[in-house]
């Protein structure tokens, strides 16, 4: 098991990689497997009423969160560590509601968003259970959260951090009054984005957001989980 200064590490790793222009020569704007298809696929699976509030979770330069207003219709923010990403989608689209915050202290009132996003970054963060109930915190009763991630597909894993397995995620979400909706593997687009840096780059030497270290078998999921209404939880 990794350390928390390994995690930080790793964590300081890949936001340097999502903020050069490598990574998204192969990903495009939407830095992540999948990019805006799955978006679009988990956000058909809610019920989001017109005009929902929407956060998404380390939208790096704002790429969902311009979908999301642009497609939809949605009042849609975004919050990321890194001020770089944030200064690039501000520059590109200066109306878009981007701000530097952290994972697991959000800057917004409780309550205050019917659904959050949270793309290729909770397996990243230090304390990923904290990161869940700042979710559950933000969250109205009856909000969707929307994951995609890397996750372990070795059960037997006992990991607390970074890439963990399905049932330790599942877990998480029930301890913070959480109902998954739906689970789907989409483990063949990380080996596609994989496939796509060797040919780029000639290796996945360095790239963190497609290996681990720690000798995981690594996958890819898209889930979708709802917020259990106060009074009946």
Known sequence: MRTSDDQGRAVSACSSIYEEGALREVTGVAIRPGGLTLTDRAIGACGFIPAAELLDVGCGAGATVEHLCSSYGFIARGVDISLKLIAEGLGRTPSLSLTEAAAESLPFAAESMDGILCECVLSLLEEPLAGVLEFQRVLRGGGYLILSDMYNREPADDSRNGAVP?????????????????????????????ARLILAHGTLDGWCCVTDKAGIRPGYYLLVARKNDTENH
């Open 166 to 194: 399905r049932r330790q995620l599942e877990a998480w979400l029930f301890e913070c009054g959480f109902t998954p909706l739906f689970w789907e593997d989409h483990s063949r687009l990380l080996r596609e984005l994989a």
